[in-house]
DNA sequence: CACATAAGCGGAGGTGCCTCCGTTTATTAC
DNA sequence: GTAATAAACGGAGGCACCTCCGCTTATGTG
């Protein structure tokens, strides 16, 4: 079955589809630079629509939030599918680490209404943290099946390593300190791996 | 000791106080009214006095709402010493939880606002049910004391049993059902009291 | 292509938020 | 009582929220 929500769905309109995706993009900029608070008229001028628009395609600031969460860690997940194209397999799991170092970064802040938001919408959350969770196993696994990381590891260990991550304290050397456990998490990883680089 | 606070209790100014005060009850009111997210300028409105001294008393919302919710704790409290006073102790204590039933009821709706308040506040609570609970033990107490109820409850067996009336859904019937439980509660607690009531 | 029409657009307008600062007033000292 | 002054007042102003509805446009049909 291709879909069913109670009365939805139908294809958007050309025009609708377009400043929709204008909408989410801008909004997710202007949600960086300013926080979460950031105006939402300024997010529908900068995305060239009126304020109407952005209000019919998001009923509330809540709605606009998700959906700009939402398409940041889909983002994530597709750029672990490219990387892991691109690069052996023990770069691209590190590199994508420190996309999502990255990432969470510009969650900080923003800390107080996300939880909210996380904590309203439970479905949100398990969704979202099992796409991140399955990204994060593909790389491990491809990274330990050709030998570039060591074998007694699996996603969910490495997932536990980086949740050091979330709760350090929200200083100014947060981002490097982060960069840094990733590298050294990543050195660990190739430690005794059969065909581990060596620096 | 008067008090110590930080750098702060001195003394407000006769106008500051009489306005603080004023505030705080027309607040209360408009808050029962119209809900948690009443317009603030219209509280100072019907207080009479200018928006910029509402701000200057209660520098957010959530100020205003918690005065407000200590006020009305407080005043739940201070009636159980009148009710005391003026009433046989088993009468006394049911027409207190008939009170407490009232004033759940202003609370309804304003659950999800309240509740981040109360979770982001943990004094508030911790100060407030202490001070509830307080208030019954002592009502129940007198009439343990007085055999106008049995004597083998305690304040925690009320409180306990008083819990349904949290956890109702809301419906409309809510009011008239939680104090039917009240009534019948109180028929349970005079049975085979030595004093009770024989209606 | 032209037309009908449903889908979508946008922004004016009314309301609320909050700050800032010139004016008023309670209080203290004399 | 009067004067000095610190405290408090109030509301204009600027910005944001959100709704409502007359106008525009994409899309399907002939």
Known sequence: MPENNAAADKP???DARRNRDALAEVAAAVFAERG?????EEIARRAGVGIGTLYRHFPTREHLVEVVYRREVEGLCT???ELAQKHPSDVALEMWMQRFVD????KRGLS???RILITTNSTLFSDTSGKVSQALR??????VADGTIRGDVDAS????ALSGIYSAPDTSEWRDRSRR????LMDGLRFGAPKAARP
Chains 1, 2 share one sequence.
């Open 79 to 81: 750029a672990a599918d």
């Open 181 to 184: 456990l990733v590298s050294l």
């Open 138 to 143: 593909q790389l491990v696994d491809a990274a």
């Open 103 to 106: 990432y969470i970064a510009t």
């Open 36 to 40: 979460i608070d950031a105006s939402l």
């Open 112 to 114: 107080t209404s996300l």
């Open 12 to 14: 958007l309109r050309a």
């Open 157 to 160: 260990d490495v997932l536990h």
